[in-house]
C-alpha cells in the first residue's frame, strides 16, 4: 500500500469515528429493531420494513411499519390478508402497490421453504421478492446481530468520494468493503452514512453543511475547491448554454455521463467512467469566438471533428464557464489534480490532456 493510499484510508477511518460521535438520529429499521428482543419476531418486523423503507422517508416507514405490524405478525397474515387491504394499509410508502405484491409473495415464499422463519443466510434471503443484498445485509445485523455491510447509493457514492474504493454499483462496494474496512465499522457504515448522505453529501452536495473538521480531511471537499480556485484565478464566469458571449477566450465544459461507457474517439477505445469531466477548450483565431466554438459543442447534429465530440454524443453539458484571457494551457495545468483523461490535449500544445475526469 503506497503512504497516498494509506493516508485515504486513515482519513475515511477518521471521517466514520467523526460521524459516529455526532450521530444523533437512529434510522427507522434501527429504531424498529431495537423494540423486539425475541430474535424471529424481530427478524420478521426488520424484513418487512426495509423493505417498506426504500424510497420512503424515514418518519414515513416507521409510521407505516407500526401500523403493519398491529396487523401482519407472523408469514401467515401476509398470506391471508387481501392484496387491496394490504396496499391500503402501507400506503403512501414508495411503490406501495409493487411493496403489497412482494409482501404477499413473501409470506408464500417464508412458510413454503423456510419454515414460516426468516432466514438468516444471505443467499437465501436474497432469493426473497424485493429483498436485495442491502436489505438482506440489514436483517442479518440488526436482526440477528451478525456481521454484514449495507451498502445503498448513499454508501456507495460517499466511500467512493473519500476515495477509499474505487467501484461503480454498490454491489462492488459491498465486494471490496468486505475487503478493507475493519470490522468495527461493518455494522454502522449504513446508519453512519444514509442520514449524511441525504442531508449533507448527497448528489449534489451541501458541503457547507458539513462539519468543519470533516471538509478539512475530505478529499472530494478539496476538489471542489481546488476548482473553484482554478475558476476565480483565470476570471471565469459560468454561462448560460443560450448567452455564450460573441468574444474571444477561453471556457471550461462541465460534461455529466451518466452511465459508464466504451467509446472510440481516434484510434482509440476506452472505457469512460460514470461522473462529471471538464473539457478545457479556447476560441482565439480570427474567426472564431467563444459562442461559435462552444455552440458547435452543443450542436447533436455536429460532425465527429474532435476526440471530446465522441464523449459529447454520451455526455450532456451540465454547466458552461468562460473567461477573456488566452489561458487554454494554464488552466489545463492547474487542474492536473484532477484524473487526466490522455489523447484530449489540444493539437497545438504539449499539454498531457485537456480533459479531467471527477467522480460524482
Same mark, same amino acid.
Given at each position: 500500500?503506497?503512504?497516498?493510499?494509506?493516508? $485515504?484510508?486513515e482519513r475515511f477511518h477518521t471521517f466514520l469515528d467523526i460521524l459516529s460521535r455526532k450521530l444523533?438520529?437512529?434510522p427507522a429499521v434501527e429504531r424498529i429493531s431495537r423494540e423486539d428482543r425475541e &430474535?424471529?419476531?424481530?427478524?420478521?418486523? =426488520?424484513?418487512l420494513s426495509t423493505i417498506l423503507s426504500a424510497r420512503t422517508k424515514d418518519e414515513i416507514t416507521? @409510521?407505516?411499519?407500526?401500523?403493519?405490524?398491529?396487523?401482519?405478525?407472523?408469514?401467515?397474515?401476509?398470506?391471508? +390478508?387481501?392484496?387491496?387491504?394490504?396496499?391500503? $394499509?402501507?400506503?403512501? &410508502?414508495?411503490?406501495?402497490?409493487?411493496?403489497?405484491? !412482494?409482501?404477499k409473495k413473501l409470506g408464500e415464499m417464508l412458510i413454503e421453504e423456510?419454515?414460516?422463519? =426468516?432466514?438468516?443466510?444471505l443467499e437465501d434471503l436474497i432469493r426473497l421478492p424485493g429483498v436485495g443484498r442491502k436489505t438482506g445485509n440489514? =436483517?442479518?445485523? $440488526?436482526? !440477528?446481530?451478525?456481521?454484514?455491510?449495507? =451498502?445503498?447509493?448513499h454508501v456507495h457514492r460517499i466511500c467512493n468520494r473519500w476515495e477509499y474504493i474505487d467501484t461503480e454499483t454498490p454491489e462492488e462496494s459491498e465486494m471490496e468493503l468486505r475487503k478493507k474496512l475493519p470490522k468495527r465499522y461493518w455494522k454502522i457504515i449504513n446508519t453512519l452514512l444514509v442520514d449524511y448522505g441525504k442531508r449533507v453529501c448527497s448528489p449534489v452536495p451541501r458541503c457547507h453543511l458539513?462539519?468543519?473538521?470533516?471538509? @478539512? +480531511?475530505?478529499?472530494?471537499?478539496?476538489?471542489?475547491?481546488?476548482i473553484e480556485k482554478v475558476l476565480e484565478k483565470y476570471n471565469f464566469k459560468k454561462v448560460s448554454k443560450n448567452n455564450i458571449p460573441e468574444e474571444k477566450g477561453t471556457y471550461i465544459l462541465k460534461i455529466k455521463l451518466k452511465e459508464p461507457r466504451i467509446i472510440t474517439y481516434g484510434k482509440n477505445r476506452k472505457r469512460?467512467?460514470?461522473g462529471y469531466y471538464f473539457y478545457v477548450g479556447s476560441a482565439m483565431g480570427k474567426s472564431n469566438n467563444l459562442r461559435r466554438r462552444i455552440e458547435r459543442h452543443l450542436r447533436e447534429d455536429k460532425k465527429l471533428h474532435w476526440h471530446i465530440d465522441y464523449l459529447l454524443q454520451y455526455g450532456t453539458v451540465k454547466e458552461v464557464y468562460v473567461s477573456r484571457e488566452a489561458v487554454e494551457c494554464e488552466v489545463a495545468r492547474d487542474l492536473s489534480f484532477l484524473k487526466s483523461i490522455e489523447g484530449f490535449g489540444s493539437s497545438d500544445c504539449s499539454c498531457k490532456s485537456h480533459l479531467f475526469f471527477m467522480k460524482s
Open positions: 500500500m503506497s503512504a497516498r493510499e494509506k493516508s $485515504l484510508e444523533k438520529d437512529t &430474535v424471529e419476531e424481530r427478524a420478521f418486523k =426488520v424484513l416507521l @409510521e407505516i411499519s407500526k401500523r403493519l405490524f398491529k396487523r401482519i405478525k407472523t408469514p401467515q397474515d401476509l398470506v391471508d +390478508i387481501d392484496e387491496k387491504e394490504l396496499e391500503r $394499509l402501507i400506503y403512501p &410508502v414508495g411503490f406501495y402497490r409493487t411493496k403489497a405484491r !412482494y409482501l423456510f419454515q414460516g422463519k =426468516v432466514p438468516r443466510r440489514l =436483517v442479518i445485523t $440488526l436482526a !440477528y446481530d451478525d456481521y454484514g455491510i449495507c =451498502v445503498d447509493t458539513c462539519p468543519e473538521e470533516i471538509r @478539512e +480531511i475530505c478529499p472530494y471537499y478539496h476538489k471542489l475547491q481546488g469512460f467512467k460514470r
